[in-house]
C-alpha cells in the first residue's frame, strides 16, 4: 500500500543554517504530496504541496519539488530561523477518490540562536 | 471561517468511563479524518467520511472506539470504556475534494485525552 518515510529526528542546527528533510513515498499512480508543520501545542498546518511531477511547493522560505523519479518530496530552506523550530510531517493523497492522506513519522527541529 | 473546531481540548477521565469527543468541520468541506497522535506511535488514522458517510474505519483500534457523523457540520469520536492506553491527542481534520478527490486536510487544535 501507498507509504511515506522520513527522516529520523531530531534535526538541531544553527540559526541561518541551510535545512533539509528528506522524504520518499511509495504509491500507484500520481499521489498528491504536502508538507504540514506542527508547531508546540497546535495542530498540523498544510506548509506547502505539489499534485504533480516536477511542481515545486513554497512557503515561507520552504520548498520541496515533486520528483517522480526519485520518488522523494525533500523539504528544504536557505536560511532557518529559531522560529522555524517544529515538528515536520511528510504527506500524501492516493490518486483515487477514496485514498486517504497518509502520513510520515514526523522529524522534529529545533534551531539554536 | 473559524477552521475546524474541536471540543474539549483537554479531557481527564478515569479508566472504565466513556468519552465523547467533538468535531465542527469547516463548513463545505467534504471529507472529515479523526487522527490519534502519540509519541509511541506517531500520527495515526482511525477514521474518514465522505459526505458523512464513514469510507475507511480500518484505522479504529478496537470496538471500544466509535465515530459518527449524524450531518455535514458535526462529528463525534467515542470510547467506551475508555481505558489509560487511549491517552493521546485527538485531531478532527476536514478537506474538501476536487474532481471527487480530497484535497488537503484542515486540522483542528486537537483534543488531549488523558485516563487515569
Not at chain 1, 508543520?37 to 495542530?43: K, N, S
Not at chain 1, 477514496?98 to 522529524?107: D, L
Amino acid at each position: 500500500g501507498d507509504s511515506v518515510t522520513q527522516m529520523e529526528g531530531p534535526v538541531t542546527l544553527s540559526e541561518e543554517a541551510f535545512l533539509t528533510i528528506n522524504c520518499t513515498y511509495t504509491a500507484t499512480g500520481y499521489p498528491s504530496l504536502f508538507w504540514y508543520v506542527q508547531y508546540p501545542g497546535e495542530g498540523l498546518q498544510l506548509l506547502l504541496k505539489a499534485t504533480k511531477a516536477d511542481d515545486k511547493g513554497s512557503n515561507k522560505g520552504f520548498e520541496a519539488t515533486y520528483r517522480k523519479e526519485t520518488t522523494s518530496f525533500h523539504l528544504e530552506k536557505g536560511s532557518v530561523q529559531v522560529s522555524d523550530s517544529a515538528v515536520y510531517f511528510c504527506a500524501l493523497k492516493g490518486s483515487s477518490s477514496a485514498s486517504k492522506i497518509i502520513f510520515g513519522s514526523g522529524t522534529r527541529l529545533s534551531i539554536r540562536p | 471561517d473559524a477552521g475546524v473546531i474541536q471540543s474539549p481540548r483537554h479531557e481527564v477521565t478515569e479508566m472504565g468511563q466513556e468519552v465523547t469527543l467533538r468535531c465542527k468541520p469547516i463548513s463545505g468541506h467534504d471529507y472529515l479524518f479523526w487522527y490519534r497522535q502519540t509519541m509511541m506511535r506517531g500520527l495515526e488514522l482511525l477514521i474518514y467520511f465522505n459526505n458523512n458517510v464513514p469510507i475507511d474505519d480500518s484505522g479504529m483500534p478496537e470496538d471500544r472506539f466509535s465515530a459518527k457523523m449524524p450531518n455535514a457540520s458535526f462529528s463525534t469520536l467515542k470510547i467506551q470504556p475508555s481505558e489509560p492506553r487511549d491517552s493521546a491527542v485527538y485531531f478532527c481534520a476536514s478537506s474538501l475534494s476536487q474532481g471527487g478527490r480530497a484535497t488537503e486536510a484542515f486540522f483542528g487544535q486537537g483534543t488531549r485525552l488523558t485516563v487515569v
